[in-house]
């Protein structure tokens, strides 16, 4: 099992950077697959981004792809979310998940673990 809390979230400026941060407690870190969703108020939860279990394949969603990276760092826990060019359509609660495996997946449903969240607003 793995916790997660995320954190690194804030209010910025359209055009602004942010980067989040997950850090997961429990075992075997390196055995998860790791993505970020958002979720808008009103809206349903959405993908963002996905990294495998070694870091080296990632994955994003269309409209965050050349803005967003994520990366991660094994030896201390954590994976990180950076974020360029921020819109005010960024707007959402970001969430941390965690699976078990390999495969960079992009459904809610394939992540066993989820962090508490983290608030980003970005103003026009």
């Known amino acids: 099992q793995v916790q997660l809390v995320e954190s690194g979230g804030g209010l910025v400026q359209a055009g602004g950077s942010l980067k989040l941060s997950c850090a997961a407690s429990g075992r075997a870190f390196s055995s998860y697959a790791m993505a970020w969703f958002r979720q808008a108020p009103g809206k349903e939860r959405e993908f963002v981004a996905a990294i495998s279990i070694s870091g080296s394949n990632t994955y994003d969603e269309d409209s965050v792809k050349g803005r967003f990276t994520i990366s991660r760092d094994n030896a201390k826990n954590t994976v990180y979310l950076q974020m360029n060019s921020l819109k005010p359509e960024d707007t959402a609660v970001y969430y941390c998940?965690?699976?078990?495996?390999?495969?960079?997946?992009?459904?809610?449903?394939?992540?066993?673990?989820w962090g508490q969240g983290t608030q980003v607003t970005v103003s026009s």
């Open positions: 998940a965690a699976r078990l495996g390999y495969g960079l997946l992009v459904t809610t449903k394939d992540y066993d673990y």
